[in-house]
């Protein structure tokens, strides 16, 4: 699931500033992009609790679902609402899937984080793998804004999928 959270949040984290240029000016592109950061480092201390709680089913339908809303305001050229959107889901789905990774796993906390890392790396080549070419696609047929919406179909499947294979084994 890592790699997979990753993967999808690697579209954002890769092709929004060449999506926003000429889009929206630099200095709403900058602060939307420092909002996510601090967005995120405050967030995850105060739902951390909340999060520890909540089933991982939930923390993915609420993470990605998060990620999802925020890649559809991409195709409407809603910058701030939709890096709200994700950094709040994934203070959700990041931390979720590390504490899930520390619950599941018999092996030390060091090598926990160290698959984990493993996992963002994966996650992160698949994003460029898939969706650079994706994004060129979109880009060279005039409808870069479909991009974000084929992203957040993404969004939508992946963990009905994991969730539905899960079930199934």
């Not at 699931?1 to 999506?19: C, E, I, R």
């Not at 504490?99 to 963002?120: H, I, N, P």
């Not at 974000?148 to 969730?163: D, F």
């Amino acid at each position: 699931m890592t790699a997979l959270s990753l993967y999808v949040y690697m579209q954002f984290y890769q092709y929004l500033s060449s999506y926003a240029q000429g889009r929206v000016s630099t200095l709403t592109f900058g602060l939307a992009m420092m909002g996510y950061s601090l967005g995120l480092a405050l967030l995850q201390p105060l739902v951390s609790g909340w999060v520890q709680r909540m089933s991982y089913p939930t923390a993915m339908l609420i993470g990605f679902g998060c990620l999802a809303a925020g890649m559809t305001a991409f195709s409407a050229v809603l910058i701030v609402p939709g890096v709200a959107a994700i950094s709040f889901g994934n203070a959700v789905l990041f931390l979720k899937n590390d504490l899930e990774a520390l619950a599941r796993s018999k092996r030390s906390a060091t090598v926990v984080f160290g698959q984990q890392r493993l996992a963002v790396g994966i996650g992160a080549c698949l994003s460029g793998l898939v969706g650079g070419p994706l994004y060129g696609v979109f880009e060279r047929a005039g409808h870069l804004p479909w991009f974000w919406l084929a992203v957040a179909a993404q969004c939508v499947v992946i963990p009905l999928v994991v969730l539905a294979t899960r079930r199934g084994s």
